[in-house]
């Protein structure tokens, strides 16, 4: 690889890291923010316009607070400790992954030592799969982008999962808890999606 494509380790492994873990809060954040919209305030919130300033920051969970709800909830699954387990859930999800960050795309190649290491980083920060009830793990996935399969897509049926085994009241089928779930099944795929565009980009900075 040519000095012009050589990758300037710009940002440390805590670094980036921390923008993974503020993205995994960030999530769980509007989680609870749709919840609260649709007690309260159901039929006078654009849901739009919450997934505009969600997704406006992703690295800031408190950026909703900019649309003027209240972010509490009366939900006792999304109050309790179990739903603290769920950002850490999040955490782990993105990280495992980092792999496919390992061949050129857009010009970004990271060498596997370095994701291992910051896959190491996260989990040493809290991200953890509780239950297995995640499908994914790392080493899967370093495979899989070692055989340059396409990264699989990223997708809220761990937390349905989680919400049927877990989560009490919001496993009850009523227009609260669709109007969440349908709002969760949008959200994951699109902070994904944003979260690996903000990490392309502070691994992509070249020489």
Partial sequence: MGKSAKIRERYDLNELSDVIERASRSLCGAVRYVRAVAESEFYNVNVKDLFKISLSDITNPAILSNLGVCAETKSEALNGAGFSRVANMVFYAFAVRLPFFRRAEDGVFVKDSRLSALYETC??????????IIHDDFKSMMKAAKRRETQPPFTAEWFRRWVYSEGGELAAINNRNMFLLGCADALFPLYHA???EKLTEMFGEKE
């Fill in 194 to 196: 944003a979260l690996w």
């Fill in 123 to 132: 989990v040493s920060k809290g991200a953890e799969n509780y239950g297995g």
